[in-house]
Nanobody, 115 residues
Framework: QVQLVESGGGLVQAGGSLRLSCAPS????????MGWYRQAPGKQRELVAT???????NYADSVKGRFAISRDNAKNTVYLQMNSLKPEDTAVYYC?????????WGQGTLVTVSS
């Protein structure tokens, strides 16, 4: 099992920045990628950004140029730096850790962007 602990959500004005953190623990061997997803009220969960063990990153078109995903291997932590936030970025953000055939999810952290 893998446990994911997220932090860094909160309330910010449009144009502001936040940084989310996700620290996995437990049986982390065999994880091939980590990432962030989000779910806004009344909408389906959607991909925000992922980072593979190789360092390759992938972003949703809606956040390209504004968000950056990174990992600190020494701290075993993944970050999502969110800049130029917009009200439409308001959502619960979930950390995800992926094996070949399994996905693990954090409990979610709320990001609210006021206009």
């Amino acid at each position: 099992q893998v446990q994911l602990v997220e932090s860094g959500g909160g309330l910010v004005q449009a144009g502001g920045s936040l940084r989310l953190s996700c620290a996995p623990s437990g049986s982390i061997a065999g994880l091939i990628a980590m990432g962030w997803y989000r779910q806004a009220p009344g909408k389906q969960r959607e991909l925000v950004a992922t980072i593979a063990n190789s360092g390759r990153t992938n972003y949703a078109d809606s956040v390209k140029g504004r968000f950056a995903i990174s990992r600190d291997n020494a701290k075993n932590t993944v970050y999502l730096q969110m800049n130029s936030l917009k009200p439409e970025d308001t959502a619960v953000y979930y950390c995800n850790a992926k094996r070949v055939v399994l996905n693990y999810w954090g409990q979610g952290t709320l990001v609210t962007v006021s206009s």
